[in-house]
């Protein structure tokens, strides 16, 4: 959920996948749009749960790795939903919704399921959080230097026998709990001062096995930001899920995705939709306006 060094902060600090009580309902960054009402028509950021289905159907008609059904493949231009604070929304109008995995029920994802939504498993896998139920699972030894987020930290993944267990017990809930897909986050340790000297390769091989436990519980599983190693892993993951590339100008190293026809889930967050909604409809992305805190405001394409 986070570009270390380059990612904007949101005016109330501490770890954003919390429950932000010292935030107020709009709060965002410095410098971030003003949380008016959404406009245009697919950008509604609190619809009512009985507006039309984006994707149709009911929750029997929608297939999910817990029902053995055959694994989901998110298509390029779908919209999205990204809120990783405060209480779900399940009303917004999006055919994609990506949350907290540990903070939503399956009832939360059955909701979602019902107004014919499909739901994506934020969960982190190359950082421990001090926050998360399974902190004790976690042996010392994986622990690296700080993220830049309260209470987490770099994690070890050459350590690929300890953290296997422990990422598998987490897409296992993810899975249980009904969701179709997972966005692991933090994989690119590599690139960052993680205190360990990972390398291309350490991380290479991690995230491959990241996306073999998804597949292995029949869940898609999306490529978090990364994108220097692109190439090498879009025959790996379902998606990608970005943060900023139209900010940095980076967004034509996702088009190894949508060339195969794989979604690019885009957040902004200092941009006006105006400065980037065109080029994401040109690459058909799915490109959304949030504030920084990840709440339930946002603005599509």
């Not at 996948?17 to 609190?46: T, Y």
């Not at 959080?129 to 699972?137: I, M, Q, Y």
């Amino acid at each position: 959920m986070r570009r270390p060094g380059r990612r904007l902060l949101g005016l109330c600090g501490g770890a954003l996948l919390l429950v932000l009580a010292g935030c107020g309902p709009g709060g965002g960054a410095p410098g971030a749009p003003s949380p008016g009402p959404p406009s245009g028509p697919a950008s509604s950021g609190a619809a009512s749960s009985g507006a039309a289905s984006p994707g149709g159907g009911a929750a029997s008609g929608v297939p999910t790795a817990a029902s053995g059904g055959p694994r989901w493949q998110p298509v390029p231009g779908e919209s999205w939903q990204w809120q990783l604070s405060r209480t779900v929304d399940t009303g917004v109008d999006a055919a994609v919704y990506d949350i907290d995995g540990f903070d939503n029920s399956a009832a939360v994802v059955a909701a979602l399921h019902v107004e014919g939504r499909r739901v994506i498993c934020y969960i982190n896998v190359g950082a421990y959080e001090d926050f998360r139920p399974d902190r004790s699972s976690y042996p010392a030894a994986l622990l690296g230097a700080g993220d830049g987020w309260p209470g987490e930290r770099w994690l070890d993944v050459r350590r690929t026998a300890l953290l296997r267990p422990i990422i598998a017990r987490r897409f296992d809930m993810c899975r249980d709990k009904g969701f179709d897909a997972v966005e692991p986050d933090n994989v690119d340790g590599y690139a960052n001062r993680s205190g360990f000297p990972l390398t291309a390769a350490d991380q290479l091989a991690f995230n491959r096995m990241v996306a073999g436990l998804a597949h292995a519980r029949g869940l898609a599983v999306g490529l978090k930001n990364d994108l220097d190693q692109v190439p090498a892993l879009v025959g790996d993951f379902d998606f990608a899920v970005n943060e900023q590339c139209a900010e940095f100008q980076e967004c034509g190293e996702l088009a190894p995705f949508t060339n195969r026809g794989k979604a690019v889930f885009e957040a902004e967050y200092g941009l006006p939709v105006a400065d980037f909604c065109p080029e994401a409809r040109r690459m058909r992305l799915s490109a959304v306006l949030k504030h920084p805190v990840l709440d339930a405001w946002r603005r599509g394409c």
